[in-house]
């Protein structure tokens, strides 16, 4: 077996600071529900993680292996995932008035979307621990993702998803092998059913945030924007926000450069942007509380943000606390409207989760959050094709 260069050593209660050891699997905190994070040596890292070296590594998110938590090069499961470009909307900063406006575009990676990262981490730590099965509930890019690297790694894969998910994600979850069961309801209540499988066939449950390894492939997003912006931090990053892992990842990501030299302290103010069907973290943000009350019936076009609660809520809100960031809402028709403006403005056709962080960029900019000055990241999380039998009803001519 040949070792990485991670500097992997613990894990840490994201709520109490209490610290787990990572010699076998974990999950929640067991006394109080919360999310653990992976902690590394950050000092050991910055010996080999620095600019000059990420350019001479591979061309996937695996090149910053120091601050990912597999050990071992045979355990990684990837299919290419990471180093999707960064580009500039050189059309649409003269639309808005906006002088750097960036996207990240996630729907370049394996299986379409985002996901894929998270899932290669988890996959890979997963088999990494000697586990043979896995499970998990899902609005349907997740799914897809998990069932891939399953498949990749030689794991049994079995997926909970509500019955209205995108047929895209139904299908290529059964093409790469999952166990795929419908449930009446919403993620939420897949959530219920996934759990009930973990204990019933002994199956390692990779929910949102439930487990810690997803999040680390999800701040890879966080560490390739700033190299793809030449070491500089932006100063808004826009993010469509379901379960949240992705913007805890990237201010996590943000947190370790930080701490090993390689920004300054400045921080992007995060923008979280959450459908008007669906808006628990804006609602109780808005409230100033703590934590998120659930959405009761949850709608929205983007699958990937109908999650009624997120178990990271309070991380969430501390950093658009922290950041001086913000929480807004987008209709769903605000959103397919954002997806026109992409694909006729400058030809990327995204996911509706992408059609609303443009949309929500033009408001804040309208109101003033957002300055002709700065320089703005927005996040795509996948594509439009995983959603082209909601889109179907959409008029495209006008």
Known sequence: ??????????????????????DKPQRLNPKNGKPLLARYNLDKAKQTFNKDSLKQRRRDMWKFEELLPVFYYENIASLGEGDT?????????????????????ESNNPTGSFKARGLSTAI???????????????????????????????????????????????????AFGADLNLVD????????????????????????????????????????????????VPDVIVYPTGGGTGIVGIWKA??????????????????????????PLVDSFEKGERFATPIKNPSTIAAGMRVPMAVGDFIIFDILRESNGTALRI????????????????????????????????????????????????????SAYKYLDSLQDYNWDD
Request: aromatic share 8%.
């Open 1 to 22: 077996m040949n070792k990485t260069k991670s500097t992997f050593e613990f894990l840490e209660c994201s709520y109490s600071g209490e610290t787990f050891p990572i």
């Open 85 to 105: 470009p960064l580009f500039n909307l050189k059309n649409l900063e003269q639309y808005i008035g906006i002088d750097e406006l960036f996207i990240k575009d």
């Open 124 to 174: 890979s730590k997963v088999k990494e621990y000697g586990i043979k099965g896995v499970v998990m509930p899902s609005a349907g890019n997740a799914a897809g993702a998990m069932s891939a690297y399953a498949a990749k790694s030689n794991l049994e894969a079995k997926v909970f998803m509500p019955k209205d998910a995108p047929i895209a994600n139904k299908i290529e979850c059964r």
């Open 185 to 232: 309801g919403f993620i939420s209540d897949a959530g219920i059913e996934s759990a009930k499988a973990a204990d019933k066939y002994n199956l390692f449950d990779i929910s949102t945030l439930k487990e810690p390894y997803r999040v680390e492939g999800k701040k890879t997003m966080g560490f390739e924007i700033i190299e793809q912006l030449n070491w500089k």
């Open 254 to 279: 943000l947190e370790e450069l930080e701490t090993m030299g390689l920004i300054d302290d400045k921080k992007p103010r995060m923008v979280c942007v959450q459908a008007e069907g669906c808006a």
């Open 331 to 382: 209709s769903d028709k605000e959103m397919i409207e954002g997806v026109k403006l992409f694909s006729k403005k400058e030809g990327i056709f995204c996911a509706p989760e992408g059609g609303a962080v443009l949309s929500a960029t033009i408001k804040l900019k309208d109101k003033g959050f957002i300055n002709s000055s700065d320089k703005v990241v927005i996040l795509n999380t996948g």
